[in-house]
């Protein structure tokens, strides 16, 4: 039985880490993702669950204790955003090359410097090679969805998960949400059962060894072709989740792509604002759609381009800025992925929201409209747009 709740997102995230009941979790605070191992250290403190909860002094060091709890064979659970994040990097290259299956909520903050503690995704995107698996949010429900299906896709892929959600948009905001029954939720994720751990009385192993040149390729291929696998092992356990609760998850979600001339692409809450604008146009009678990839860590780079095939215009919309000198992730990826599958569309990318800049409908709806010319001349006359700046 679903039971109806209100919740903000870190509230949320929090609730499915009681009702998973990890063996440990470590954390450290850092704004806006502090409240989530606040209200997880009260149902500790309350003996709501059976959780080691670590109280660390950096985010270094949270990974550096969820490596070592994974490695002994617990599940393990962590949260963090921003300079949090990137005081982690060379942990998180040590998780994902150990194949340890972490659960790791971000929730995405801008990147000092300037200091600035809102919204936008250089945090996990600047870390977006590290080899986690990594699933972006549009609001609470998929936050808690997410953080509950995040274990199990986890553990069957042997990777860690990054569930990442927009900075106080989502984590502070709240919102009408359905919970799970806490026995449902235990069912689904399952005991983990480590194949090799370090506290395993019957095998004697050891972890995080010195490769040499050979055995370092190997073991780099290895976590490649894991990657790769984790698309059929996400969409596996998305169905499962679908049978328990009737929501519907996939690699990305498709709203109005069907018969779409133009389309946006986008990732987190700015899908839900881009969803208004798409809903606006299409009474006015303009074929307007959108795409929401969910996985981006996987990246569905066969998938993605079948359904852009029709359109006439594309924007691939980017909440981060690669400084490049030329454009941002999300744009450069899946270019590069309808490349190589011959698909040739008159792309832009838009680069907006950096730190925290609110973007609303009339700003989505202002990329529809450049897309609208686009169309009709099929000229792309610069690649890289700033989203409310007028050059």
């Known amino acids: 039985m679903a039971i109806r709740e209100r919740l903000s997102g870190n509230e949320a995230v929090a609730t499915a880490m009681k009702q998973i009941n990890p063996d440990t979790v470590a954390a450290y605070p850092i704004t806006p993702s502090t409240e989530v191992p606040q209200y997880f250290s009260n149902f500790v403190a309350n003996g709501e669950v059976t959780t080691e909860f670590i109280a660390v002094e950096s985010e270094h060091s949270a990974m550096s204790a969820c490596i070592g709890a994974s490695s002994a064979g617990g599940r393990v659970m962590s949260a963090t955003s921003s300079q949090g994040l990137a005081y982690m990097f060379e942990m998180l290259y040590i998780a994902a090359g150990m194949r340890l299956p972490i659960t790791l909520i971000c929730a995405n903050r801008a990147l000092s410097a300037p200091?600035?503690?809102?919204?936008?995704?250089?945090?996990?995107?600047?870390?977006?090679?590290?080899?986690?698996?990594?699933?972006?949010?549009?609001?609470?429900?998929?936050?808690?969805?997410?953080?509950?299906?995040?274990?199990?896709?986890?553990?069957?892929?042997?990777?860690?998960?990054?569930?990442?959600?927009?900075?106080?948009?989502?984590?502070?905001?709240?919102?009408?949400?359905?919970?799970?029954?806490?026995?449902?939720?235990?069912k689904f994720v399952g005991e983990r059962k480590p194949t090799q751990y370090l506290?395993?009385?019957?095998?004697?192993?050891?972890?995080?060894?010195?490769?040499?040149?050979?055995?370092?390729?190997?073991?780099?291929?290895?976590?490649?072709?894991?990657?790769?696998?984790?698309?059929?092992?996400?969409?596996?356990?998305?169905?499962?989740?679908?049978?328990?609760?009737?929501?519907?998850?996939?690699?990305?979600?498709?709203?109005?792509?069907?018969?779409?001339?133009?389309?946006?692409?986008?990732?987190?809450?700015?899908?839900?604002?881009a969803k208004d604008a798409v809903d606006t146009l299409r009474k006015a009678g303009v074929k307007a759609g959108l795409i929401k990839p969910r996985a981006f860590r996987p990246l569905p780079f066969e998938e993605l381009p079948k359904e852009l095939k029709n359109l006439k215009a594309l924007a691939i919309m980017d909440k981060c800025d690669s400084v490049n000198g030329y454009a941002a992730p999300l744009f450069t990826e899946?270019?590069?992925?309808?490349?190589?599958?011959?698909?040739?569309?008159?792309?832009?990318?838009?680069?907006?929201?950096?730190?925290?800049?609110?973007?609303?409908?009339?700003?989505?709806?202002?990329?529809?409209?450049?897309l609208n010319e686009i169309s009709k001349n099929g000229n792309v006359e610069n690649t890289t747009y700033y989203l409310g700046f007028e050059d």
């Open 334 to 370: 899946l270019t590069s992925a309808m490349y190589s599958q011959g698909l040739t569309v008159p792309t832009v990318n838009y680069i907006y929201g950096l730190g925290g800049v609110d973007v609303k409908v009339d700003d989505i709806l202002s990329v529809y409209k450049k």
């Open 115 to 186: 200091l600035n503690i809102h919204n936008d995704h250089s945090d996990s995107m600047g870390v977006r090679d590290a080899g986690f698996i990594q699933l972006y949010c549009e609001n609470n429900q998929e936050a808690y969805d997410n953080a509950i299906m995040a274990v199990k896709i986890a553990e069957k892929a042997n990777l860690p998960v990054m569930v990442c959600y927009d900075g106080f948009i989502t984590s502070h905001s709240v919102e009408n949400i359905m919970l799970i029954e806490t026995e449902d939720v235990k």
């Open 199 to 273: 506290l395993d009385e019957e095998r004697n192993i050891s972890m995080g060894p010195m490769d040499l040149q050979k055995y370092y390729f190997e073991h780099r291929k290895q976590l490649a072709e894991a990657m790769r696998g984790a698309k059929d092992i996400i969409k596996e356990v998305s169905e499962e989740f679908y049978k328990l609760t009737g929501r519907k998850y996939d690699l990305y979600e498709n709203y109005g792509m069907q018969d779409a001339e133009i389309g946006i692409v986008a990732l987190s809450s700015t899908a839900g604002t």
